[in-house]
């Protein structure tokens, strides 16, 4: 059985990117004027466009081994950045043998970016990234949708799961990360009350990951 994680090119890109993203810990942007909030998510993205905003490596791994498990035809993405969850996605997609990975990024030079990172792993041909905000640009999107990964700003995160749940198969998975972070709160709430048609659990990855089944449709 293929697994192309193994591969020496691709983990030589992911190696480089992780490394990368380390450098960027103690560079965060924080909004300008002494103001508590970015006045847009287009004001957001441009100040983090050079800043990698990584899932772990061990997240990734779990990314791939349930699209691997599940063989979805299509997997979403909310929030691309320099592509380094979208290469695990990919990975997955590709050894599968089936489906495509559809991703959105509002800053158009990480997405560029994440195309080039993409190619030089050679994971890019399953993958399409949409570039624009992900409550426009994924509205669009075919079902069904068998997995959804949401990496992206995480007050939008829930909007992006309602935009997406008429699209969702029975059953599908959808990964939520960083759940620690305070602005996950809303979103958890809502995944883990069974009245909307999740059942929920938090793994133990960095910065937290929950995984959540759709159980309508």
């Not at 997405?111 to 041909?125: H, I």
């Not at 960083?178 to 910065?207: C, K, W």
Request: charged share 20%; proline share 7%; hydrophobic share 45%.
């Amino acid at each position: 059985m293929t697994n192309t994680l193994a591969a020496p090119q691709l983990g030589a890109v992911l190696g480089r990117m992780f490394a990368a993203a380390a450098r960027d810990e103690d560079h965060v942007p924080a909004p300008p004027d002494g103001r508590a909030s970015w006045a847009t998510p287009l004001e957001r993205a441009e100040a983090f466009q050079d800043i990698y905003i990584p899932i772990s490596a061990e997240a990734g791994k779990l990314l791939y081994t349930l699209v691997r498990a599940i063989r979805p035809e299509t997997v979403v993405e909310f929030g691309t950045s320099f592509g380094i969850s979208t290469i695990y996605l990919a990975a997955a997609v590709a050894d599968n043998g089936t489906g495509q990975v559809v991703t959105t990024e509002l800053s158009s030079r990480k997405a560029d970016a994440a195309r080039s990172n993409l190619q030089e792993a050679g994971v890019a041909e399953p993958v399409t990234i949409l570039v624009g905000d992900a409550r426009q640009t994924l509205g669009e999107v075919p079902g069904p949708v068998g997995l959804v990964l949401l990496d992206g700003w995480k007050d939008l995160c829930l909007p992006v799961l309602r935009l997406l749940e008429p699209k969702l198969a029975p059953g599908a998975l959808v990964a939520a990360d960083d759940i620690t972070h305070q602005g996950m709160a809303g979103y958890l709430d809502y995944v883990r009350d069974p009245a909307n048609g999740y059942v929920s659990v938090a793994f133990p990855v960095e910065d937290g990951m929950e995984i959540s089944s759709w159980t309508l449709g």
